[in-house]
């Protein structure tokens, strides 16, 4: 009985160990900044603000609607 009394404890303190580790790392990894890139439109010129993610994308303009792709950071502008 003993012995199952210290595997119990062991598995327990195994449980809690992991459980603050993950936790720990969590809590330092920080929120996640998303980064933003700009570009003209090529039908009304207005500055487009999308993110990094969508580069290559398609997408349309939402002021005038004309269909386009996100370029790429090396192409988009301020």
């Avoid at 003993?2 to 790392?25: H, T, Y």
């Avoid at 998303?34 to 439109?41: A, G, N, V």
Wanted: glycine share 12%.
């Amino acid at each position: 009985m003993d012995g199952m009394i210290w595997a119990i404890v062991a598995g327990a303190v195994v449980v809690v160990g992991v459980g603050a580790f993950l936790v720990v790392k969590i809590m330092r990894s920080g929120p996640k900044v998303e980064e933003y890139l700009h570009f003209r439109c090529p039908g009304c010129k207005r500055r487009i603000r999308f993110r990094g993610r969508q580069a290559g994308h398609a997408g349309e303009c939402s002021n005038c609607g004309k269909k386009l792709t996100f370029p790429h950071a090396s192409q988009a502008s301020d």
